[in-house]
């Protein structure tokens, strides 16, 4: 899993980075290339005339951005306010088809299923 430079910068506000167990994700930093296209997605999404504070707009965009440009299909956020609400956004204009995962709703591997599909349950009472 990649572990991107503006989550640490979230992180860092609330608790020490040093409580996640860095050693199981990949870190990548935030360069050009990701903040030119997080600009086109500001214009595309207009985020600002939604009443979101326009700090954690920018973060979410630029989470995104960065996610498309290095080609990472998926995001897990704490965050449905404004990442998922972003996501889901950007696929309908087809500028981005990154796919946010909630954390609130429980990990399952299906989710990263093209349309989430689930698997069956087989279990027999």
Same mark, same amino acid.
């Given at each position: 899993?990649?572990?991107?430079?503006?989550?640490?910068?979230?992180?860092?506000? *609330?608790?020490?980075?040093?409580?996640?167990?860095? +050693? @199981?994700?990949?870190?990548?930093?935030?360069?050009?290339?990701?903040?030119?296209?997080?600009?086109?997605?500001?214009?595309?999404? @207009?985020?600002?005339?939604?009443?979101? #504070?326009?700090?954690?707009?920018?973060?979410?965009? *630029?989470?995104?951005?960065? &996610?498309?440009?290095? *080609?990472?299909?998926?995001?897990?956020?704490? !965050? +449905? #306010?404004?990442?998922? *609400?972003?996501?889901? +956004?950007?696929?309908?204009?087809?500028?981005?088809?990154?796919? &946010?995962?909630?954390?609130?709703?429980? =990990?399952?591997?299906?989710? =990263?299923?093209?349309?989430?599909?689930?698997?069956?349950?087989?279990?027999? !009472?």
């Amino acid at each position: 899993m990649y572990f991107s430079a503006i989550v640490a910068a979230e992180f860092g506000v *609330k608790q020490p980075i040093t409580d996640l167990p860095l +050693r @199981n994700f990949r870190p990548i930093p935030f360069s050009v290339p990701h903040g030119q296209v997080a600009g086109a997605l500001w214009g595309d999404l @207009n985020p600002h005339k939604s009443g979101v #504070s326009r700090r954690v707009a920018r973060d979410d965009v *630029k989470l995104i951005a960065q &996610a498309c440009h290095e *080609k990472i299909p998926y995001i897990l956020t704490e !965050d +449905r #306010s404004t990442l998922l *609400k972003y996501c889901d +956004r950007l696929k309908v204009l087809e500028r981005c088809r990154i796919h &946010a995962i909630a954390l609130a709703d429980g =990990f399952d591997a299906c989710a =990263f299923n093209e349309g989430g599909q689930q698997g069956l349950d087989l279990a027999v !009472d």
